[in-house]
């Protein structure tokens, strides 16, 4: 086989953390020009609105719409999807659909208050977002399961109204994407997307209307498009390639792990797929897996780009040290195929997402396991959280102070005030204790 499929590191080497940091790398440059035309089309739809939009629509998805109402499907089209599906995608579908459902519905949070020795109320109000949009991509891909990971967390938090963006390219939709904003409890459809689409959930339009938050992955432009929106509308994050780690004691099938990494390689070119394990003659089995496997697979081209560019097998000393290594990366995706992978949970610390034993594909979390599929990238799991409920609801503070409450609290406070010289804090709180002080 040649050694070219995919890269093979080795901890031991010399050169071992060169090779690794070449790997990781992401390309975070920013592309002036990709950023440039981004922000043109965003401010041309917050300032013309529909005409922009439809202008942008036309142009790039290749359409040709006369008028902005024409690009949301009526709400009666979506259950026509659903009911049109042959029976095995609807059953899939409604299953899926259900246990995204039944997981995030121990996620949502109430709100709580209690009052403290003096008589004074704190507590917490959790309240949902009034609207948000989800972008869904259309163009390479069509995802519905990314429709039921996005939405249904959402319509559980107790979201107001929930709109979908999705690109059309020459008309053409994917009806399980429809079926699954029926399943999910989309309100509005809007056939548009790239930048445009981004600007008209962020800014509004006079079709459009604009929401509180934006979440669902996209392309490069969608990624630019939220990162200069971002402020005016919160959104979920900016996903990177999609990354899995597998870690192998040697004990799993080499074909069942070759094709846990072509699953997340096949995504695009830029994905990552890598293979952690102390048992060298395993990690020539799965090499060995790879080249027999590629050829069989119909986006075996991509595949192949994403395993050359940016995946590996790497040799580790043991599983304490494939640990660690997993740690440093904080992968999106983590395979623990191991004969006793609850032997090593707890030393996990960063994944946006853990898969336990070898009967446990990362294919299974990307759409039916039940949590959501968005799960943080490149690196990101250091610091962030899979997509939930959480992400919809918003908390805000309570504080009600009795009067006795209020002396004992305001003494306090004056004190911190007058530490900082911000004598207008201090006076104000000094009003409730001292009436002297006016």
Known sequence: MSVALIKLLDTRASDFEARLGALLAVQVGIDRRL???????????????????????????????????????????????????????????????????????????????????????????????????????????????????????????????????????????????????????????????????????????????????IVGPGNAYVAAAKRQVFGHVGLDMVAGPSEVLVICDGSADPDWIAMDLFSQAEHDEQAQAILLTPDADFRARVEASIARLLPTLERRDIIAAALAGRGALILVRDLDEAIALANRIAPEHLELAVADPERWLADVRHAGAIFLGCHTPEAIGDYCAGPSHVLPTSATARFSSPLGVYDFQKRTSIIQCSPAGAAVLAATASVLARGESLTAHARSAEYRFKPESR
């Open 35 to 213: 950023e440039q035309a981004v922000a043109e089309i965003l401010a041309k739809v917050r300032e013309t609105g529909d005409p922009a939009l439809v202008d942008y629509t036309n142009r790039f998805d290749r359409r040709q719409i006369a008028d902005a109402a024409e690009l949301e499907i009526p709400h009666a089209e979506l259950g026509a999807a659903l009911g049109a599906l042959p029976d095995a995608q609807r059953v899939a579908l409604a299953a899926a659909a259900e246990r995204v459902r039944e997981f995030h519905l121990r996620q949502k949070q109430e709100s709580w208050d209690y009052h403290d020795a003096h008589g004074n109320r704190l507590g917490q109000r959790v309240t949902a977002l009034d609207r948000v949009g989800i972008y869904v991509p259309g163009g390479k891909a069509s995802y519905p399961s990314s429709v039921l990971m996005n939405a249904i967390p959402a319509r559980v938090a107790g979201v107001g109204e929930i709109l979908m963006t999705v690109p059309a390219p020459d008309g053409a939709l994917n009806p399980m994407v429809l079926a699954a904003a029926a399943l999910a409890g989309v309100d509005r459809v809007f056939t548009t997307g790239g930048a445009q689409a981004i600007a008209a959930l962020a800014f509004g339009t006079a079709t459009v209307p604009a929401v509180d938050k």
